[in-house]
């Protein structure tokens, strides 16, 4: 019923900029707080931003002043601007929205997830 999808990854040069974009479609009544996490080799899945319905945001302190993120009601999209790339920033990133339904039920959904890669 509810695809989420997420785009924009590759691989970036140190200081680079990349923009992630994820995208919700299906029997979508509403979407209520929206998030990006990351997961790199043989850690934890962690949270980098995140956005409520009304706009305010959350950053990780690893990315706060680098990362920015928003969304677009009107499309069911979140995005995540990352500017002065780091090794360290090297993840597969997912995508995690809560969802009303149009039936009223509401769950969590995560997108499959899209590689960054920052190295020269």
């Known amino acids: 019923q509810v695809q989420v999808v997420e785009s924009g990854g590759g691989l970036v040069q140190p200081g680079g900029s990349l923009r992630l974009s994820c995208v919700a479609s299906?029997?979508?009544?509403?979407?209520?707080?929206m998030g990006w996490y990351r997961q790199a080799p043989g850690k934890e899945r962690e949270l980098v931003a995140s956005?409520?319905?009304?706009?305010?945001?959350n950053y990780a302190d690893s990315v706060k002043g680098r990362f920015t993120i928003s969304r677009d009601n009107a499309k069911n999209t979140v995005y995540l601007q990352m500017n002065s790339l780091k090794p360290e920033d090297t993840a597969v990133y997912f995508c995690k929205t809560y969802i009303i339904l149009r039936t009223s039920l509401g769950s969590l959904y995560w997108g499959r997830g899209t590689q960054v890669t920052v190295s020269s």
């Open positions: 956005i409520t319905s009304g706009g305010s945001t």
């Open positions: 299906g029997s979508i009544f509403r979407i209520n707080d």
